[in-house]
């Protein structure tokens, strides 16, 4: 059994997007990563560090990852050891009033969180952004991440792939349905990743959409084929219309934006991301088993 298979299991942001109502899986809304079940504040200060990150921790599935929006998370997945791939709309600015605007947030204000239990064992910053520009309809909802450093050699990346037509996906992320909760003072997310897997509804020059659950902070987590084990999006929402048309619940559907739809910020990030003669180091590719 894939050991994708055990993993266990934040405020929707509504848009009006082409005339449809959608609602973002979202990134949630918590004031802190840090898992009430810590036991002293010295670990959480020691695996969050933003120091220096060892190998000999990662996991099969680490490739899917929390990105730090600093209110809140959404999930991220590694492509490359210094590169993660989110949705756009979880790393730009929002106005007072969390109106979406298309301004990037500093990549300060970033960083990623690696693990997939409640408490990360290891943290990276984020030292560059570089945004996939949208559709006319709005749609290539996808941003390329830098880290300030590679991720240990034992992390495992996902490959990059085309959407095909039919055959099974999965959708894994970091989202929620528990609401944060405050112990001790802090106030923490009690949520760990998590995999769902359906077949595909349709296909877009921008999207793919599956039949599998989402839940709020699942965006820019991973849509992937079974089959051919590839990453081919990143969650972008759950389809508030399909409520209406097919009787189903919100993250039913998820719509995923295709990452072969962004290939100039993709490569760009790429690009940064190696010194100039650098050779590409192989590394081991994560798979996702049904």
Do not use: Q
């Amino acid at each position: 059994m894939s050991p994708l298979r055990s993993l266990g299991p934040s405020t929707v942001a509504k848009i009006l997007t082409a005339g449809s109502l959608l609602a973002l899986t979202g990134c949630a809304y918590p004031f802190s990563a840090l898992s009430p079940f810590s036991r002293t504040n010295a670990r959480v200060l020691e695996e969050t560090s933003l120091g220096g990150v060892s190998a000999g921790n990662a996991r099969p599935g680490d490739a899917v990852v929390r990105v730090w929006i600093g209110r809140g998370t959404c999930s991220g997945v590694l492509v490359a050891p210094r590169v993660v791939l989110t949705a756009r709309h979880c790393i730009t600015e929002t106005t007072a009033s969390r109106e979406a605007t298309s301004r990037p947030k500093v990549p300060g204000a970033l960083h990623v969180e690696l693990g997939g239990d409640y408490l990360p064992w290891g943290r990276v910053a984020v030292t560059g952004v570089h945004v996939c520009e949208a559709s006319p309809n709005e749609e290539r909802d996808l941003a390329a991440l830098l880290l300030d450093r590679p991720v240990p050699p034992d992390v495992p990346l996902l490959a990059l792939g085309s959407p095909r037509d039919d055959g099974r996906y999965a959708v894994l992320g970091f989202g929620s349905d528990v609401w944060p909760k405050t112990v001790g003072g802090i106030t923490a997310e009690a949520k760990r990743r998590h995999v769902t897997r359906g077949s595909v509804k349709s296909t877009s020059p921008d999207t793919v959409t599956v039949h599998a659950a989402t839940l709020h902070g699942d965006s820019g987590g991973a849509v992937v084929d079974l089959e051919t084990r590839a990453l081919v999006a990143v969650v972008s929402r759950g389809d508030y219309a399909e409520r209406a048309m097919d009787n189903v619940r919100y993250g039913d559907i998820t719509v995923g934006a295709r990452v072969d739809r962004c290939e100039h910020a993709v490569r760009a990030a790429l690009v940064a991301a190696e010194p100039a003669g650098a050779a590409s180091r192989a590394r081991r590719v994560a798979t996702v088993r049904d």
